[in-house]
């Protein structure tokens, strides 16, 4: 889905791009889909059928000077009032508590709700390591050469088409699709802590492993190419 997107360097640029109809779809939190459908901007927000939800977070620091007014705070936004303000049409927020939805506006979703089967099963701890690695590895695997990778990615998807009766085609084209989406970390690794640690910071990761990567994903991409072009009628 990266590989064929337009890249967008704001959070909020998503949901413009089809508020302005410059997009039929786009990738987004859901709170700025619903704050721009609550006011009334001419779009959806559609959850796929396994999703997740983050309710917002709140915290006193320790260092806190006025712990009393802090804790008030804290207090009256996890009340149901507070709760219920979350979901107002500027911040669309979904609230901890089941019982704010008693009044939820028309169309938001209550996770409560939801059968189990469709919330994912999230490891917040491997989560919180991850987002370093996930961002060198998008980084190279979908920003580096994005537009040669798109195009790329358009020719496997008209091949698929073109093949779609032959069976020969079509497993060169499921090894082709196989190499395009190619990313160097298995699934093993990027769940152990260890290895998760070692790019914690981007300015200490090994240059050389970011090169044997790149170079590892810049072959695969060829590989695909050429079978994709392996199909192309002889001159």
């Known amino acids: ?82 709760q219920q303000l979350m979901m107002e049409r500027d911040s669309r927020r979904h609230p901890a508590r089941p019982d704010a939805y008693q009044n939820a506006p028309e169309g938001f979703v209550n996770p409560f709700a939801l059968p189990a089967s469709t919330i994912l099963d999230y490891d917040a701890e491997i989560g919180r390591r991850r987002p370093p690695l996930v961002t060198l590895l998008f980084d190279l695997a979908i920003v580096e050469g994005h537009a040669d990778d798109a195009e790329l990615w358009r020719k496997i998807h008209d091949a698929e088409k073109k093949f779609a009766a032959d069976a020969k085609a079509v497993a060169v084209i499921g090894e082709a699709k196989k190499l395009a989406a190619f990313v160097p970390v298995s699934e093993t690794d990027s769940r152990a802590a260890a290895f998760l640690e070692r790019f914690a910071r981007r300015d200490a990761v090994d240059p050389q492993q970011i090169a044997q990567w790149r170079d590892q994903i810049t072959s695969a991409r060829r590989q695909a190419r050429d079978l994709v072009k392996s199909l192309e009628p002889a001159p």
């Open 1 to 82: 889905m990266a590989g064929e997107a337009t890249l967008l360097d704001s959070g909020f640029a998503p949901t413009a791009s089809v508020r302005e109809g410059k997009a039929a779809l786009a990738l987004t939190i859901d709170f700025i889909a619903e704050i721009a459908r609550a006011n009334g901007a001419p779009v959806e927000m559609i959850y796929p059928e396994r999703t997740a939800f983050l309710p917002a977070h709140v915290a006193m620091t320790a260092s806190a000077k006025h712990v009393e007014g802090a804790q008030a705070f804290i207090d009256f936004l996890l009340s149901k009032d507070g």
